[in-house]
């Protein structure tokens, strides 16, 4: 084993001993509740509520997740996060040739109004949250789900939830982008004014630094990188025209956390301090609510070994850990053998329990912000705060996060981190238990998940049962409309709404959306 070299993921020398020298003076955390928000969004914290638990899961058909969702609730999820395939992702029905071999396969399938309402057959919308992974299409699966709702006679100004909707971070980290940069900001800003008006209750972004973490960035990256995404959709709402109190208390965020536990209680601390600052400073905001930066957080999937699964069971006990001291909104724990496959049942309601026992049994929730004060998680918080100002303004000097998209900035720093990250295991300079050290021979008897191969030929046939049984005129005419203002100015939302309550595919409208806007490659 190399010798220890003490630091944080992010580079951050570690000192033997802190001291009240240490905190900066000037970095006053404040109280709960209270600008700058480092101690949390809200004064009582976990006394008066606990964080939301969201398992995410969506796999095969609409009936299949509809089935996970319900045991998820049965044993005491408080929130829903569906999973998509990547087909919905990037906008084709299951019956096109690039779907072949992925339906069902990382999420569930999801083509028409009808798979919506299979998917949460049984569920009352207005009584849950519920958290939608989705970007490119995230507007067409809003509407679906706000036409179910319609449907179950919910009460819109009442329901609640999240679309992720972050495309910025596909451009730099995950890639299921589909139009250019330029036109899918409009679909962004489309869906804070109309959600604004018609679901004020609802996030309409999710900004996500869990896919950059996830590619390889260290933790200063990810706030930072995160932080100045978020900056760039501020500016694309003012510009559209939008007050920014009127759509910025509706703004979440979606951060890791991984392995690193004080780094990463510190940097969701400094995430929250550096965002008040940026809203109240550079954009003016007047809502305290505007200040606020709400986070969902998921333990890092990128942590979890395909070697001796069970040792996965701590890794996450650690990083949920960590996300609850630093104040995460809602959490989401992963299963300890997703290296392997889908979570099964078992292993989902393991990592629902995980949560449950820290929520209930750790009296960790019984005071706000237990860390504060702590030389060492104040003096991080801080550092973390400076590095992330000069990641920030290295990525103004370039123009903001589109300019630096383009200009690779963010992909070769991720790529560089990344290398760094693993050359650090390779050589044992980093432990990761059970990969470089502590190695066992063993023969894996996991029962695991499979996703059977002949949903497709399932989702296929529902979906020409729709197409034949469907009004195809009104489906023309919604089409026809929803392509003339895509070529217009006009807010494309209840065009996009109008076209699924009348069974129009994902496909249908994405390929309106492609060939007025084409494609970015």
Not at 53 to 67: K, L, P
Not at 202 to 225: C, D, K, L, M
Not at 341 to 355: G, V
Not at 483 to 505: D, K
Request: one cysteine or more.
């Amino acid at each position: 084993m190399a010798t220890k070299n003490f630091k944080t993921d992010s580079g951050i020398p570690i000192k033997e001993a802190y001291f009240p020298s240490d905190i900066d003076p000037a970095a006053d955390p404040g109280a709960p509740g209270e600008f700058p928000f480092t101690r949390g969004v809200h004064r009582s914290m976990y006394r008066s509520r606990l964080w939301t638990m969201r398992q995410y899961a969506g796999f095969g058909t609409a009936r299949q997740s509809n089935e996970r969702y319900r045991y998820l609730l049965s044993q005491g999820t408080t929130g829903l996060s569906v999973a998509f395939d990547l087909p919905t992702q990037m906008g084709f029905d299951s019956d096109h040739v690039m779907s072949e071999g992925e339906v069902g396969k990382v999420g569930v399938a999801i083509d028409t109004l009808a798979d919506m309402e299979t998917l949460f057959d049984g569920i009352t919308l207005q009584s849950i949250t519920t958290s939608m992974t989705i970007n490119a299409t995230a507007a067409i699966l809003l509407c679906m789900y706000v036409a179910l709702a319609k449907k179950q006679n919910a009460d819109l100004q009442r329901l609640s939830g999240t679309i992720q909707n972050d495309i910025l971070k596909e451009y730099i980290a995950r890639g299921t982008h589909i139009y250019p940069p330029a036109q899918s900001m409009r679909l962004v800003t489309d869906t804070f004014a109309w959600c604004s008006a018609n679901i004020p209750n609802w996030n309409t972004i999710s900004i996500s630094g869990y896919h950059i973490r996830e590619a390889g960035s260290t933790a200063v990256q990810e706030v930072a990188f995160t932080l100045a995404n978020g900056k760039e959709y501020v500016r694309a709402a003012i510009r559209a025209g939008l007050p920014v109190d009127s759509f910025a208390p509706r703004l979440s965020f979606f951060f890791n956390a991984h392995n690193n536990f004080f780094e990463e209680v510190a940097k969701f601390r400094a995430a929250r301090r550096l965002w008040a600052t940026i809203m109240k400073d550079e954009f003016g905001a007047q809502n305290p609510d505007s200040l606020k930066l709400r986070f969902h957080a998921q333990t890092g999937g990128s942590t979890l070994t395909a070697q001796q699964i069970e040792t996965n069971v701590p890794r996450v006990t650690l990083q949920a850990l960590a996300a609850v001291l630093g104040g995460t909104q809602s959490l989401h724990t992963n299963a300890k053998d997703e290296a392997l496959a889908l979570p099964t049942e078992e292993s989902a309601r393991l990592a629902l329990r995980t949560q449950q026992v820290i929520g209930f049994e750790s009296g960790v929730t019984d005071t706000v912000d237990p860390l504060a004060g702590s030389y060492v998680v104040e003096s991080l918080t801080s550092e973390i705060e400076q590095r992330v100002k000069e990641k920030l303004a290295a990525i103004e000097s370039l123009g903001g996060s589109v300019p630096a998209i383009e200009q690779n900035y963010f992909q070769t720093e991720i790529a560089e981190s990344a290398y760094a990250y693993q050359r650090a295991i390779d050589e044992k300079e980093k432990v990761i238990v059970g990969v470089n050290e502590f190695v066992v021979e063993e023969q894996r008897t996991d029962a695991l998940l499979k996703v059977d191969e002949s949903i497709r030929a399932e989702q296929m046939a529902n979906l020409t049962a729709i197409k034949r049984n469907r009004d195809q005129a009104s489906v023309t005419d919604a089409l026809t409309a929803l392509r003339a203002a895509a070529c217009g100015e006009e807010n494309l939302i209840p065009h996009i709404l109008s076209a699924v309550e009348r069974y129009a595919t994902v496909g249908e409208i994405s390929d309106v959306l492609r060939d007025e806007w084409g494609i970015y490659e």
